[in-house]
C-alpha cells in the first residue's frame, strides 16, 4: 500500500517511525537542483537491491545524518553496552544533576540512597543494563534487513585521522544514549521542580549538636506535631487568659528565653521547643539549670549568622553550645544549618522581591520560628502576633515590646525603629505581611488578636 506524497523532506523523520518499514511510503525528495524534483520509494534507499547512486547521492546529502541521528535516538537505548568506568562516570553525573535540582550539597553529607528516594528515580546504569538485555529479544533476532540492524553498521560523515577506520554507528551509541538519558533526566527533574517548587530540607535544616564535638553531626531533628501553638512574646499576650488553650496543644513552641512562670494563665507552661536567636544564648545561660536541667525534655533550635555558628571551632556561639551539651548531656540543642538559613533569605526574597543582605534587613527569631513551624506541624495557631495594619490603626492599643519587660519602648514603637533603620533592622511589618499570604493558604491561624 502506498502513502499519499509528500512535499517537503522534514517529514521523512515522522514518517519512519510512524509507518511500518515494509510499507510503500511514497514522498517527493529535492535533488542538488532546485528544479528537478524526483519522486522516489523509501524502501529504496534501505534495500540492497538499490543500486541507483544519483538516488543514493540524494540520501546521503538530504537526509544524511538528520535520519540516521534520529533512528539511533529511538534504537540506541536498546543497543547500548556500557564499560564499568562509563557507569561510574554515568552515576555520577547522575547524582550531581540530581543534588543540584534538589538543592543539596555534599556538605550536607546526605546519602545518595536517601537522595534517590527523596526524587523518586531509579539508577540510570540499571536502567541501560535492563534495556540492553531486552536487546537480544529484540532487535538482534530480528531480520538482517531490518532498519535498526542496518543502522549500527551504517558508516557516521566527518572526517577521520590517517590510519583510523571509518566509524560505524554502533561505536558512537554511548555518546547518544548519554545524551539522550541526561536531556530527558534534566527535562523530568525541572518539570518536578517547577510543580512542586523549592525541594524543602525539612528537619535535615536542624543538625544536633553533641558534646564536645566542634563539627556538624550526622543526627538531625525528629519532631512532628499535628497541632501546634505558636507564643509570640509580645505584649499582646497580657490579659490574654490563653494559658489553658496553648497548653491543649500537642506541640507549643516558644521564642528565646520568653518565661513562664508567672504568666501561666496567659501564655501557659507547657514548652516543647524554643527557637532561640544566637544574641539570646546568653540570656539562657543567666539561668542555664531551669532551662537545661529542669526543662530538660524542651529542645532548643539556635539560629544565627555564620560567623557565630561556624563549626571549625571559630564559631562563638556555637563554641558556648557545645560547652553546654557537655555540662548537660540530657539536653537536647539543635543549630540551624547553613544552608536552612540560605533557604530563609530565599524565602523571604521569594515573598518581597528584595535581597535581605542588600536591604540591610535582618530576619526576626519570629519568621525562624514561623519557618520552623511549617517545617513540623501540620496545623498552626499563633497567639500574640499583630498584622501589618495593627499599628496604623486609631485604636490600637500600647503594650510593651514583650510580656516580661515593661520599661522598654512599646511594641508600635519598636517596630517602626526597625522597620526604618537603613542596616541591622527586623522589617517586622513586612514578615507580618508575609504571614498574612501563608495564613490564606489554610495551614496557619492567627487565634489572638485574631486576623
Known amino acids: 500500500m502506498q502513502g499519499r506524497p509528500i512535499s517537503h523532506t522534514p517529514y521523512i523523520l515522522s514518517t519512519l517511525f510512524t509507518s511500518c518499514y515494509s510499507n510503500m511510503i511514497r514522498f517527493n525528495l529535492p535533488t542538488r537542483n532546485d528544479d528537478d524534483v524526483g519522486t522516489k520509494y523509501l524502501d529504496e534507499f534501505f534495500t540492497p537491491e538499490h543500486k541507483h547512486e544519483r538516488a543514493e547521492e540524494h540520501v546521503h546529502y538530504y537526509i544524511g545524518f538528520g535520519i540516521m541521528a534520529a533512528i539511533l535516538l529511538s534504537n540506541v537505548r536498546e543497543t547500548v553496552s556500557l564499560r564499568k568506568r562509563q557507569e561510574s562516570e554515568l552515576e555520577v553525573a547522575e547524582l550531581k544533576m540530581l543534588r543540584f535540582s534538589l538543592g543539596v550539597t555534599r556538605l550536607d553529607r546526605i546519602r545518595n540512597e536517601y537522595i534517590r528516594g527523596t526524587a523518586h528515580v531509579g ?268 499599628c496604623s490603626l486609631t485604636n490600637s492599643s500600647s503594650v510593651p515590646y514583650h510580656y516580661y519587660e515593661s520599661n522598654r519602648l512599646d511594641e508600635c514603637g519598636m517596630y517602626r525603629v526597625h522597620e526604618h533603620v537603613q542596616r541591622g533592622g527586623h522589617r517586622f511589618f513586612t514578615e507580618k505581611q508575609i504571614y498574612r499570604r501563608w495564613a490564606s493558604q489554610g495551614k496557619l491561624k492567627f487565634q489572638y488578636p485574631a486576623w
Open 123 to 390: 539508577h540510570m546504569v540499571d536502567k541501560v543494563r535492563e534495556t540492553r538485555l531486552r536487546w537480544f529479544g529484540h532487535v538482534q533476532r530480528r531480520e538482517s534487513e531490518y532498519i535498526g540492524r542496518r543502522m549500527l553498521d551504517m558508516e557516521l560523515p566527518g572526517r577521520r585521522q590517517r590510519g583510523r577506520p571509518k566509524r560505524k554507528a554502533k561505536e558512537e551509541r554511548f555518546c547518544w544514549i548519554l545524551l539522550l538519558l541526561i536531556t530527558v533526566s534534566l527535562l523530568l527533574w525541572y518539570n518536578h521542580i517547577t510543580k512542586t517548587g523549592e525541594v524543602v530540607l525539612g528537619l535535615r535544616g536542624y543538625v544536633k549538636i553533641l558534646p564536645g564535638i566542634r563539627s556538624s553531626s550526622h543526627q538531625y531533628l525528629a519532631l512532628h506535631c499535628a497541632r501546634c501553638a505558636v507564643v509570640s512574646s509580645s505584649g499582646q499576650m497580657l490579659g490574654s487568659k490563653r494559658g489553658r488553650e496553648i497548653d491543649s496543644h500537642e506541640c507549643v513552641i516558644r521564642m528565646n528565653a520568653a518565661p513562664t512562670h508567672g504568666f501561666e494563665a496567659d501564655v501557659g507552661n507547657k514548652t516543647t521547643v524554643r527557637v532561640v536567636a544566637h544574641s539570646s544564648v546568653r540570656r539562657l545561660l543567666h539561668r542555664e539549670a531551669f532551662f537545661f536541667n529542669q526543662e530538660a525534655s524542651t529542645r532548643y533550635v539556635v539560629w544565627g549568622p555564620e560567623r557565630n555558628m561556624r563549626h571549625d571551632g571559630k564559631g562563638r556561639v556555637f563554641n558556648v553550645l557545645v560547652k553546654l551539651t557537655s555540662k548537660y548531656p540530657g539536653a537536647h540543642i539543635y543549630a540551624v544549618s547553613r544552608e536552612k538559613m540560605m533557604r530563609c533569605d530565599r524565602v523571604f526574597q521569594n515573598e518581597t522581591g528584595k535581597n535581605r543582605m542588600k536591604s540591610g534587613a535582618f530576619l526576626s527569631t519570629g519568621f525562624f520560628t514561623m519557618i520552623f513551624a511549617m517545617d513540623v506541624c501540620d496545623s498552626i495557631n499563633v497567639y500574640g502576633m499583630i498584622d501589618g495594619s495593627y
